[in-house]
């Protein structure tokens, strides 16, 4: 199976109704929904093709959903996050076991939340924004709480690309991103340390694409790599997962409180994922 995913459901209403279009056109197979910033409807965001719907857990913009004043590493008095992935990272680093144990509160109350509206006939999966949950101290806190609130999960995405795919395609050595191949190989060395309890747990994820391609997840790029991904998960039986970020902007909107990557979603790249997006369907990728 190749999932066309969308990040960013529920962000504001322009980017929402970008994605939402995707999903009308049945160009997606899974979409990522914030928890914690607009209202949301997750039998609309999955469509009439019952998309997969993902918790998008969210550690880095808007309000969070445990009581602020017990998860004072992470979030503020006014219960607004104030810390983006390096900072998290670092507080795991500096404050261990208390930075875990705040986590684990916050990353609960999310959990449950979308229990509480997940519908009965939607599978339970799990990402996260900026793939904070890739940090060991947060994947550690995740984990406990998949297994305190004896979540059946259908899938977590992992987002640690292989790198054989990219090593044998010469032709697109200098269209990486400096700051892409950074963030690959912060994942996969992060990825490394949370692989054993991944296994332990039987967690179940995919091949995954869309870190180094980041911004860029164009329609020619991903021709090129797509072939040598569909050889691995043939080998060895696994899903693919293309991650797209559709939900464009034209131009500043009204934000809630507390969104920081505003210029990430005012580029003019999320229009290109946009346009790729709807060009590359898991029909035409087969």
Not at 204 to 221: V, Y
Request: proline share 5%.
């Amino acid at each position: 199976m190749i999932y066309i995913s969308a990040d960013d459901y529920g962000l504001c209403d322009r980017a929402t109704a970008h994605i939402q279009q995707c999903i009308d056109e049945g160009v997606l197979d899974k979409v990522s929904v914030f928890p914690n910033i607009e209202p949301i409807d997750l039998h609309k965001a999955s469509g009439s093709n019952n998309i997969m719907i993902s918790l998008h857990l969210n550690l880095v913009e808007g309000k969070c959903m445990a009581n602020a004043d017990e998860i004072y590493l992470i979030a503020d008095k006014k219960g607004n996050f104030k810390n983006r992935f390096g900072g998290l990272f670092k507080l795991g680093l500096l404050h261990g076991q208390n930075f875990e144990a705040q986590v684990y509160k916050e990353i609960k109350a999310q959990v449950l939340f979308w229990k509480n509206i997940l519908p009965q006939d939607m599978s339970f999966c799990i990402d996260s924004h900026q793939h904070t949950h890739m940090i060991p101290s947060v994947f550690k806190a995740l984990v406990k709480v998949l297994c305190d609130e004896e979540i059946d999960l259908k899938y977590m995405r992992i987002p640690a690309e292989p790198l054989m795919p990219y090593i044998k395609t010469p032709s697109l050595y200098l269209t990486y991103s400096p700051v892409n191949i950074i963030k690959q190989w912060l994942l996969k060395c992060l990825w490394l340390i949370n692989k054993k309890q991944a296994r332990k747990y039987k967690i179940p994820t995919a091949h995954f694409m869309g870190i180094l391609f980041s911004g860029k997840m164009d329609e020619n790029r991903v021709r090129k790599i797509l072939p040598k991904y569909k050889k691995m998960a043939e080998k060895d039986g696994g899903d693919i997962e293309l991650l797209f970020h559709p939900g464009y902007l034209e131009k500043k909107p009204d934000f809630r409180d507390n969104i920081v990557f505003e210029k990430f979603y005012l580029s003019k790249n999320r229009k290109t994922e946009f346009d790729s997006a709807i060009k590359i369907s898991e029909r035409s990728v087969q």
